[in-house]
T-cell receptor, first 112, second 115 residues
Framework: LAKTTQPISMDSYEGQEVNITCSHN???????ITWYQQFPSQGPRFIIQ???TKVTNEVASLFIPADRKSSTLSLPRVSLSDTAVYYC?????????????FGTGTRLQVTL | GAGVSQSPSNKVTEKGKDVELRCDPI?????LYWYRQSLGQGLEFLIY????????KSGLPSDRFSAERTGGSVSTLTIQRTQQEDSAVYLC?????????????FGDGTRLSIL
C-alpha cells in the first residue's frame, strides 16, 4: 500500500505560485500519481495525473523526480477560488481498490 | 454533459433504520466507486464496481453495508441497522474505464446523519 503524506495546510497570497509536495516512499512500479481538488460540500475534482518527470495541463503542473518517491503539484498564480483541499492519490491498474486512500489532504488557503 | 448525480443530497434518520443511497454515474462509464468521508477527514474507499467483473468489496466496514449496480448503470448503497458512527458524507465516483488508475468523476455526495 503506497501510503501518502502531505502537509496538513498551506497559506498563500493571491497571484503567487503554490507548490504542494506529497511523499509516497513505497510507491510501486505500476503506480500512477493523481491529484484531486475538493471544495466544501462538493466531491473531489480531478486535477492532474502523472507517472514520471513532468506533466502540465491548463490548470497545474506535476513534477515527479526520478525515484518517484514524492511528487509536487504546482499551481501557478493562485486566486482566491483555489482555496480548497488538495489530495494526492497513488494507485495502479492491477491493484485492489482498497489501495485508494486519499488521506487527509492539504488545505490551501489563499488570501489577498 | 451531465455529471455524477447522487440522491438524496441529505438524509437524516434514526439509529437502527435502514437507508438507501443512490448514484447515477456518467453515461457510459464502466467503473463506479463508493467512498465515505467523515467530517474533516479524507475519503475512505468502500466498494468498486469494475464493469462486468465481480465488485471489489474490500473496503466495506461491516456486513451492514452492501451495494448493487443494476444494468451497469445506477448503483445503490444500502446501510442496514444504521449506527451513529455511520454519519458521514457518502461519495460516488465513476470513470470511463476500469482500473483504479483511471481519473474519477465525483458526485457531490449524500450527507447522512444518524440521530
Amino acid at each position: 500500500l503506497a501510503k501518502t503524506t502531505q502537509p496538513i495546510s498551506m497559506d498563500s497570497y493571491e497571484g503567487q505560485e503554490v507548490n504542494i509536495t506529497c511523499s509516497h516512499n513505497n510507491i510501486a512500479t505500476n503506480d500512477y500519481i493523481t491529484w484531486y481538488q475538493q471544495f466544501p460540500s462538493q466531491g473531489p475534482r480531478f486535477i492532474i495525473q502523472g507517472y514520471k518527470t513532468k506533466v502540465t495541463n491548463e490548470v497545474a503542473s506535476l513534477f515527479i523526480p526520478a525515484d518517484r518517491k514524492s511528487s509536487t503539484l504546482s499551481l501557478p498564480r493562485v486566486s482566491l477560488s483555489d482555496t480548497a483541499v488538495y489530495y494526492c492519490l497513488v494507485g495502479d491498474t492491477a491493484g485492489t481498490a482498497s489501495k485508494l486512500t486519499f488521506g487527509t489532504g492539504t488545505r490551501l488557503q489563499v488570501t489577498l | 454533459g451531465a455529471g455524477v448525480s447522487q440522491s438524496p443530497s441529505n438524509k437524516v434518520t434514526e439509529k437502527g433504520k435502514d437507508v438507501e443511497l443512490r448514484c447515477d454515474p456518467i453515461s457510459g462509464h464502466t467503473a463506479l466507486y463508493w467512498y465515505r468521508q467523515s467530517l474533516g477527514q479524507g475519503l475512505e474507499f468502500l466498494i468498486y464496481f469494475q464493469g462486468n467483473s465481480a465488485p471489489d468489496k474490500s473496503g466495506l466496514p461491516s456486513d451492514r453495508f452492501s451495494a448493487e449496480r443494476t444494468g451497469g448503470s445506477v448503483s445503490t448503497l444500502t446501510i442496514q441497522r444504521t449506527q451513529q458512527e455511520d454519519s458521514a458524507v457518502y461519495l460516488c465516483a465513476s470513470s470511463p474505464r476500469t482500473g483504479i488508475n483511471q481519473p474519477q468523476h465525483f458526485g457531490d455526495g449524500t450527507r447522512l446523519s444518524i440521530l
